[in-house]
């Protein structure tokens, strides 16, 4: 064999290992890409070493425009009670008032209102203290079951800056069980078996930036 063809051959062989270790480098490329262009620098374009792209803050807070329409009252409402107090969430909110509705209605059915005056507004508390007293005159109770919530909507949100407090509005439509029983035990209304729906909505305050996370029931209605 000639000194060319061997030269040729090593010359080969040396490409070949250069091409496998790009490929091991750079990876492969499949298809066709557009050639870059050459941008000319003008006063926008960003300098040597700097980001191509500015990261823009600010923007829709999804926390607040999944529930209410961006730029709204209720939106700004929420805007500023995150402000006032950074570590406030309508999702949390709405987690915490979901317990809230079971545990205030079924101690309301129950008469049993002591667990929860702390919750209450003292307007509140009084209409459902007559309610109950109301029942155990008439020698009636109410034996309840909760089934579960199908819907909870935040309906509106207030906030006064002066005094930093917040109300949210929050409309419910929960299932339930529940009779009527007379002094005999016996059922005069409603079932144990079957299910009800119960729609409610309800108004939440609280002063944003408070030692006390709890939310008061301040109003009822439907």
Same mark, same amino acid.
Request: aromatic fraction near 8%.
């Given at each position: ?6 030269? #040729? #051959? ?9 091409? #496998? ?6 990876? $492969?490329?499949?298809?066709?890409? =557009?050639?870059?262009? @050459?941008?000319?620098?003008? +006063?926008?374009? @960003? ?6 792209? +500015? ?6 807070? %999804? ?5 209410? @329409? ?19 969430? &309508? ?18 059915? %129950? ?5 929860? %005056? @702390? ?12 309610? &109950? ?15 579960? #919530?199908? +819907? ?39 079932? $144990? ?13 609280? =002063? ?11 109003? $009822?209605?439907?």
């Amino acid at each position: 064999m000639s000194s060319a063809v061997i030269q #040729l #051959l090593v010359l080969a062989g040396i490409a070949i290992f250069l091409i #496998l270790r790009l490929r091991s480098v750079l990876g $492969t490329r499949e298809g066709f890409e =557009k050639p870059s262009v @050459p941008q000319q620098r003008t +006063e926008n374009t @960003p300098a040597a070493g700097r980001p191509e792209f +500015e990261v823009i803050e600010g923007g829709p807070d %999804r926390d607040i425009t999944d529930h209410v @329409p961006d730029g709204s009252d209720a939106a700004k409402a929420l805007a500023a009670m995150k402000m006032a107090e950074p570590g406030f969430g &309508v999702n949390d909110f709405l987690q915490g008032a979901r317990g809230a509705y079971e545990m205030i209605l079924m101690a309301f059915e %129950r008469g049993d209102l002591d667990q929860i %005056r @702390p919750f209450l507004s003292d307007d509140v508390y009084e209409s459902f203290a007559e309610v &109950v007293a109301e029942r155990e005159r008439q020698g009636l109770s109410i034996d309840a079951s909760f089934v579960g #919530l199908r +819907e909870i909507t935040l309906v509106d949100a207030e906030f006064d800056r002066d005094d930093s407090e917040a109300e949210l509005t929050v409309r419910f439509l929960g299932e339930i069980t529940s009779a009527v029983r007379n002094q005999a035990g016996e059922i005069i209304d409603g079932s $144990t078996s079957e299910i009800k729906r119960q729609k409610d909505v309800w108004t939440f305050a609280r =002063k944003m930036g408070a030692n006390d996370p709890n939310w008061q029931l301040v109003a $009822t209605g439907e």
